[in-house]
């Protein structure tokens, strides 16, 4: 079994920074992409940013240069850095891994979800 926790979300004024974590547990062999996405109530699920087991990474255009993804391979744990924040950035965000567990299975995971709210 596999699980991803996240954990940082909360209430930040517009301009504001959080720093968003997820840490991937369980009967783990190897991780290949991780990533975060994150959507807003009334709308669809979207790509926040990508990062390969590698360190290459994809961001949407509108976190480019104010979100940086990063991760801790021995850790299973992928970070996001979220700087001046902006009030269109409220959303639940989710984290995302590409698994292959230590029984051969390869799958993708999603965690539970924490919510952000920017807002004065």
């Known amino acids: 079994q596999v699980q991803l926790v996240e954990s940082g979300g909360g209430l930040v004024q517009p301009g504001g920074s959080l720093r968003l974590s997820c840490v991937a547990s369980g009967s783990i062999f190897s991780i290949n992409a991780m990533g975060w996405y994150r959507q807003a109530p009334g709308k669809q699920r979207e790509l926040v940013a990508t990062i390969s087991s590698g360190g290459s990474t994809n961001y949407a255009d509108s976190v480019k240069g104010r979100f940086t993804i990063s991760r801790v391979n021995v850790k299973n744990t992928v970070y996001l850095q979220m700087n001046s924040l902006k009030p269109e950035d409220t959303a639940v965000y989710y984290c995302?891994?590409?698994?292959?567990?230590?029984?051969?299975?390869?799958?993708?995971?999603w965690g539970q979800g924490t919510q952000v709210t920017v807002s004065s």
């Open positions: 995302n891994a590409d698994i292959r567990t230590r029984y051969g299975l390869g799958a993708n995971y």
